[in-house]
């Protein structure tokens, strides 16, 4: 058996100077998910490997001739996911299988271009698939949909699986090692899966659940080794970052708490980041510990930065508890990136730059700005699908792709626009150089880059969303006649 994994990129990779040196407009990392699932088959199936357009070209010559070709995708990656979908099952043999997030939760979609969508996680439901394919059988068991006809077949969400403690072979990734050189890519280890809460816009709790399951601190320690040696050895790196990519690590106390002992007791010396709740920012034995294990930043899912809107989207936050939450987070010795989303139903005109004079104000190190999206299946979606511009998925990545309740979509894109520039202006950038200590220096150079070309993307969008000034039409403007996306000139 021959066994292919892909995971689309959106933008697929291409060579640039950029990469080198400063963010591109899509930060390239390889989705460790998918290099997860390919490192479970490995153990089974020799003949296995992945292909991240995210970090580099497919060679279409060795999957053609693969039996499955497994494609992975988040919302951003779903159009080119199809157009290679549908590329597989035109020129090959193989049995073209979808799943992630976007797929998981989208299956009655992605199934109209695959033979099976793989429901939820995967790790424990990937082996009966490919050995029901061998067999040429329908899978039996949870976690699988196909069409029967015209009819869809679902057999339901399997039970997530609670054994993590897995290292994903980066080897297995076309490329990754050499790409390791470029200072855009970091190291990255996601260590727990799902979150206790229930915030109305995440996708993210649908897919991976309310119950908390872990890696043994041991495991994640031994992770943090292998990948840090991955990225250093061949190559000068200037940056030493690795990025604990976990949604809620906090969510299990004690557990986060043996983890930064763990990584303490090892001796590796190293600059961690993580995302966290604001919570933490109160906890002083966790940020003292933090500290000492090397964490330099928080980043932050801050959502918005008034409280009508975390009352609308049922986030359990207010704008003081943050900003007391960054004082002591930065009185301890780290710096706190923020993660926004702008375009609520309580936020009107002149909401980017409230955002901007609170990230300045509040010293916050960096941002990431997204404009709202509903995705299906989150409660959201369910309320808010008619006020969707379109379903061209691949603009799901910053955009505005909703018409805001006070504002017009173009109002709402100028806002991001204007946040933006207002954040990362000349100025600020400068004032970073001269007085920031060296990784922010280096960060905020690559974000100042990247955030210019992120803004150069969300400007060619402008002439789209002003169509929506006089005559707001909704859903599906962008689709074509078979839902799927179309280009503006096909408009
Ligand atoms: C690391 C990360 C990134 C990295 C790298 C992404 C990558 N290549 O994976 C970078 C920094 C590049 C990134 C960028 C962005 N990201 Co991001 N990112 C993440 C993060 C924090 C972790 C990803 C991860 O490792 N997950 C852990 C693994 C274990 O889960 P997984 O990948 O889903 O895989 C499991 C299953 O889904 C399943 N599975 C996955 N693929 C497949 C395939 C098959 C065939 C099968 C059977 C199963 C299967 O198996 C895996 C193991 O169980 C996630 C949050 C999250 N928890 O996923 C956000 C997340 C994916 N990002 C998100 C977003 C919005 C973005 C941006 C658009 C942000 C922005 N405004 O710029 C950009 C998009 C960039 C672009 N190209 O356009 C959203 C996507 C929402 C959605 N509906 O899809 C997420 C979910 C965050 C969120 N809070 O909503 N991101
Ligand atoms: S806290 Fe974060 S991961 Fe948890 S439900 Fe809310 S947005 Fe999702």
């Not at 303490?264 to 995302?275: A, L, T, V």
């Not at 979606?381 to 603009?395: C, F």
């Not at 894109?413 to 400068?430: F, H, K, M, P, T």
Request: hydrophobic letters at 35%.
């Amino acid at each position: 058996m021959k066994i292919r994994f892909i995971e689309p990129g959106n933008r697929p990779y291409k060579k640039t100077l950029l990469n080198y040196f400063v963010y591109d407009r899509y930060i390239r990392t390889p989705s460790v998910g998918l290099n997860t699932l390919a490192t479970i088959v490995k153990k089974e199936i020799d003949d296995t490997y992945m292909y991240s357009e995210s970090i580099s070209k497919i060679v279409f010559d060795d999957v053609l001739d693969a039996d499955i070709i497994f494609i992975g995708i988040f919302t951003f990656a779903a159009v080119r996911g199809y157009e290679l979908a549908d590329h597989f099952r035109k020129h090959s043999h193989a049995k073209v299988v979808m799943g992630g997030l976007h797929a998981s939760m989208n299956y009655t979609e992605a199934v109209q271009h695959c033979d099976y969508v793989m429901l939820g996680e995967g790790d424990e439901t990937i082996m009966t698939l490919i050995r029901s394919i061998e067999k040429g059988e329908k899978p039996a068991g949870k976690g699988y949909a196909w069409m029967d006809g015209d009819e869809i077949v679902n057999t339901g969400m399997p039970e997530p699986p609670t054994d993590l403690d897995l290292i994903p072979d980066r080897y297995l990734v076309h490329n990754y090692k050499k790409m390791t050189g470029h200072m855009t890519i970091w190291p990255q280890v996601h260590a727990s899966r799902g979150c206790p809460h229930n915030c109305d816009y995440c996708a993210l709790v649908r897919h991976f659940g309310h119950c908390v399951r872990t890696r043994s601190p041991e495991n994640v320690v031994e992770d943090i080794k292998y990948s840090i040696d991955f990225f250093h050895k061949g190559h000068f790196r200037l940056l030493k970052d690795l990025w604990i990519t976990d949604d809620n690590f906090f969510a299990d106390r004690d557990w986060a708490i043996a983890v930064l002992n763990k990584i303490i007791d090892s001796g590796i010396k190293y600059r961690f980041n993580i995302q966290a709740r604001y919570e933490v920012g109160f906890d002083d034995e966790m940020l003292t510990l933090l500290k000492k294990a090397g964490f330099f930043e928080l980043d932050m899912g801050i959502e918005f930065i008034d409280d009508d809107s975390f009352k609308t989207y049922h986030k359990k936050s207010t704008k003081t508890e943050i900003e007391e939450a960054i004082k002591n987070i930065q009185r301890h010795g780290m710096s706190v990136r923020g993660l926004f989303i702008l375009g609520s139903d309580n936020q009107k005109k002149g909401c980017g730059k409230e955002l901007a004079d609170f990230v300045i104000k509040n010293n916050i190190q960096g941002v990431l700005i997204q404009c709202m999206y509903f995705v299906p299946g989150t409660p959201v979606y369910e309320q808010n699908k008619d006020r969707l511009l379109h379903t061209s998925w691949d603009k799901y990545n910053g955009n505005t792709v909703h018409y805001p309740k006070n504002m017009t979509p173009y109002e709402l894109q100028l806002e991001n626009i204007d946040a933006s520039r207002r954040i990362y202006s000349v100025g600020r950038l400068i004032k970073a150089l001269l007085f920031e200590d060296f990784v922010h220096k280096v960060l905020f150079t690559g974000e100042f880059f990247w955030h210019w070309s992120t803004r150069s993307d969300m400007k060619k969008e402008l002439e789209y969303l002003r169509t929506f000034e006089k005559n707001p039409v909704y859903l599906n403007k962008r689709c074509d006649k078979n839902g799927h996306p179309a280009t503006i000139s096909q408009m």
